[in-house]
Every structure is written in C-alpha cells, then in structure tokens.
C-alpha cells in the first residue's frame, strides 16, 4: 500500500475511480474505501465516493431503502494531500479530507478535526 507521505501536486492517479466504503475496516478518525467489484461482508447498503480526472465528484450516500444515492460536486487539491471537496447548488457545506494512503487496492480519507 502506498502511503501518501509526500505532498504533491496532485493525488495519485489510483485516486480516480467509485470507491465503496468498507465501514468495517475503518479505525480512529479514518475511512477506508475499496475498489467497486471487492468481495465485501454483507451490509445493509454501502455509501462510497468517486473522484473523476476532469474535478468532478461524485458523493454516493445511502439512500432511502438502503438504496444507492448520487450527489455531484467538485473536488479540489489543496496539495498531494487535503482535498476540498465542494456540492454548488445542493445545500451540502464544503468539506476537506485528507489522503492518508491509495493504491490499487485501498482508499483511506481522514476528516481533519
């Protein structure tokens, strides 16, 4: 796994992709994120996130009857690390996140306090 240590312009590359949250693998302040088609344990819905190579981004909330939900917006790096993530238009407040590691097989987001 490759830990994001050194802040860059830009996240990686393995960043732009729909990304499942794996809630049962979360620990202290941090997400964890699995790749779409990942062999997860049951669960009653998963949320997840999507960021696009054009800026665009796409917030997947659980839904109503655990149904699957799509919010678009906007991200922005701050550096290699903070991302800001922005949804003009819905009544949803700008958030930051910060890449804590993304490779081929895992995302994980912590939401700076």
Known sequence: M???DDPQEEPPAGLFRRWV????EDYDD???YRPTGYAF???RGR???EFRTDGTFVDHPIGRGDAPASVPGFWHAEDGLRITLSFPGTG???RVVELVACDAEV???RQPG
């Open 107 to 109: 995302l994980r987001l």
């Open 21 to 24: 949250h794996a809630h049962e």
């Open 41 to 43: 344990p049951p669960a």
């Open 47 to 49: 949320s997840g996130v």
């Open 30 to 32: 941090v997400s964890v």
């Open 92 to 94: 949803r407040p700008d």
């Open 2 to 4: 490759d830990a994001v």
